[in-house]
């Protein structure tokens, strides 16, 4: 079973055609909004998060078509056109304008709820994958720190760093404005304890900062803070 909490809108002028749409996706578990007019349709799908949304393509107001061109302007959820139209050239242009599927009428509701899960499914899979690479970067002005390669570039040149030299300058990045004393650099990049010569931290960020400078000699990203240790200065 879906879970209820999403939400689709279905913009369609035949009452027969709602109702059926309606009753099979709310019977797979769909919280199921309408509207029979493409105006309306237009400003409920602005106004309101769906997980997504289905499309006549003939409506009174504004078409179809028209529709899913300005909801691309501001959002990328799955649209599915259910449409009566079934030349080629029909779905093509439906196709180009944004939508992500197009049946035609008449249609079986089963086919419809198994289109609507895999299109839901698939952009929640896409937007998973998009959070987790965006995570893995931290972009500071032109400075670009990839986490997951463990890449360095300040405007797209590459900086090469050693594993621990691009171990400090990632934790230093990723916590800016936050002082970490070189016993605690020691520890969670070098896993030393306390008694640990922190020396090496000191050489380690001296370099970090000697192949910033050779890129741009106004990066002053690592400040020393007297008697404290080390911040990243966003």
């Known amino acids: 079973m879906i879970d209820s909490k999403k939400r689709i809108l279905i913009v369609e002028d035949d009452e027969n055609i709602t109702r059926l749409e309606k009753d099979y996706l709310e019977a797979n578990g769909f919280n199921i909004s309408t509207a029979s007019d493409g105006l309306i349709g237009l400003e409920m799908a602005k106004a309101n998060n769906y997980n997504l949304i289905i499309l006549?393509?003939?409506?009174?107001?504004?078409?179809?078509?028209?529709?899913?061109?300005?909801i691309r302007k501001f959002s990328d959820i799955p649209i599915i056109f259910v449409s009566a139209k079934r030349d080629d050239l029909d779905k093509i242009?439906?196709?180009g304008f944004g939508a992500d599927d197009y049946?035609?009428?008449?249609?079986?509701?089963?086919?419809?709820?198994?289109?609507v899960i895999a299109h839901i499914n698939r952009y929640e899979r896409l937007t998973t994958l998009a959070a987790g690479q965006k995570s893995n970067i931290i972009e500071i002005d032109s400075l670009k720190i990839d986490k997951q390669s463990r890449r360095v570039f300040f405007e797209n040149q590459e900086i090469t760093f050693t594993n621990k030299e691009f171990d400090l300058l990632a934790m230093l990045a990723q916590s800016p404005d936050t002082v970490f004393s070189k016993n605690e650099l020691l520890n969670k990049i070098w896993k030393y304890d306390s008694n640990g010569d922190t020396s090496t931290v000191t050489v380690h960020i001296n370099r970090v900062r000697e192949?910033?400078?050779?890129?741009?000699?106004?990066?002053?990203l690592i400040n020393t803070v007297w008697g404290k240790g080390y911040r990243f200065n966003k």
Do not use: H
């Open 211 to 220: 192949k910033l400078f050779a890129v741009d000699n106004n990066m002053e």
């Open 103 to 115: 049946i035609v009428k008449p249609f079986s509701p089963s086919e419809l709820v198994a289109r």
């Open 56 to 70: 006549d393509i003939m409506l009174p107001g504004i078409d179809g078509m028209e529709i899913c061109q300005r």
């Open 93 to 95: 242009k439906g196709l």
